[in-house]
C-alpha cells in the first residue's frame, strides 16, 4: 500500500489512546451533561455484568480528565466496587475542546440505530436466556413464530409478549395466545400489540368469569380487523380493543361482563404512568410494523 493511501485512510482513524485511570481522578459535570441518574445506577450495578462496560471517552483538557461520554458508566463501577480508586479503561483525546465536547455529546446518538424488540429477542435466545427460550416454546406450541414483520400466524409484538409475561406471568400469556389462536387462528391482525394486550387485559380483568368457549364463539363472527377499526373509535391502545371485545361478547347474553372491571384499579403512580406511555408508544411502532408501515 503506497504512502498517500496510509496517509488518506489515517483520517478514519481517531488520535486517542487507551489508559486505565481511577474514578477519583476523573471529573464528569460539565454544563452540557444531563443529570445523573441514580435510579439507573443502581439498577445497572444489581444486574452488574463486566462483559457490558464500554471504555469510557475522555478529554484531556489542561492536565483535567473529563468525561464526555460514560459518565454512569462510572458511577455504576464505583457502587459495585466499593471505592472510586477502582480504574475503568477511558479513551482518551487530546486535541478536544470544551465545544467540541459538548457537540460530541449532543450528537453522539444522532446516528445510531437502536435494536429492534424482534432483534433483541432473537439475540436473547442465541445466549439461552431461560425466559425468552420459555417464550418462544410457547409461541411454537401453538403453531406460531416470532417474525419482524406482518405474517400470518407470525408475531412481530414480541415486546408486548414479553410484557405480558413479565407482568402477568406464564399462564396469563399462555391463556391469551390460546384464545387469539383459537378465535381467528393465527390471522395476521388478531397477533397485533394492542390485540395481544387487550385479550390479556379481559383475561386478568375477568378471571374465571370470562368463558373461553363463548369468547371463541361470539368474537370468531367479527374479522380483527373489524375490532381495530371499532377499538381506534373508543379509546387509544389496548383498552379501546378491551372495550370492543367485550361489548361483542356480551351481546345477546342475559349474563354480561361489567365494564367496570376494566377500571377498577388504583391510580397509577407516576412511574406507572411513565410505563404506560412507553408502552403505548412501543404498541404505536410494533402496530405500523404490523400493518406494514
Known amino acids: 500500500m503506497s504512502d498517500l493511501s496510509m496517509k488518506d485512510l489515517s483520517q478514519f482513524v481517531p488520535q486517542v489512546y487507551f489508559e486505565q485511570i481511577p474514578i477519583k481522578n476523573l471529573v464528569s459535570n460539565q454544563e452540557y451533561q444531563r443529570h445523573l441518574s441514580m435510579r439507573h445506577v443502581q439498577k445497572a450495578a444489581a444486574n452488574f455484568d463486566l462483559y457490558q462496560i464500554n471504555p469510557v471517552k475522555v478529554s484531556r483538557r ?8 460514560g459518565q454512569h458508566t462510572i458511577e455504576i463501577v464505583a457502587l459495585v466496587s466499593g471505592s472510586r480508586e477502582t480504574p475503568v479503561w477511558c479513551m482518551i483525546y487530546d486535541d478536544l475542546k470544551y465545544e467540541h465536547e459538548a457537540d460530541i455529546f449532543a450528537n453522539q446518538m444522532k446516528y445510531v440505530k437502536p435494536l429492534l424488540p424482534y432483534e433483541t429477542f432473537i439475540a436473547n435466545i442465541e445466549a439461552g436466556s431461560d425466559k425468552h427460550l420459555i417464550i418462544k416454546d410457547l ?17 412481530c409484538a414480541i415486546a408486548t409478549v414479553e410484557r405480558i409475561y413479565d407482568k402477568y406471568g406464564y399462564h396469563v400469556l399462555d391463556q391469551t395466545l390460546r384464545m387469539i389462536v383459537g378465535t381467528w387462528e393465527g390471522e395476521a391482525y388478531s397477533l397485533s400489540a ?10 386478568c380483568a375477568y378471571g374465571d368469569s370470562l368463558k373461553e368457549d363463548i369468547f371463541k364463539e361470539k368474537l370468531s363472527r367479527i374479522s380483527p380487523r373489524e375490532i381495530s377499526r371499532t377499538a381506534r373509535e373508543r379509546k387509544a391502545g389496548s383498552l379501546g380493543y378491551a372495550e370492543t371485545l367485550i361489548i361483542n361478547y ?13 377500571y377498577t384499579h388504583k391510580a397509577p403512580t407516576k412511574k406507572q404512568k411513565l410505563e404506560e406511555e412507553i408502552e403505548k408508544a412501543r404498541q404505536a411502532e410494533e402496530e405500523e410494523v404490523q400493518m406494514g408501515l
Open 62 to 69: 489542561d492536565g483535567t480528565n473529563y468525561v464526555f461520554n
Open 139 to 155: 409461541i411454537e406450541s401453538y403453531d406460531l413464530t416470532v417474525t419482524p414483520g406482518s405474517a400470518p400466524g407470525g408475531i
Open 194 to 203: 394492542n390485540m395481544i394486550s387487550g385479550v390479556a387485559r379481559i383475561i
Open 250 to 262: 356480551n351481546k345477546n347474553r342475559k349474563t354480561t361482563l361489567s365494564f367496570e372491571k376494566l
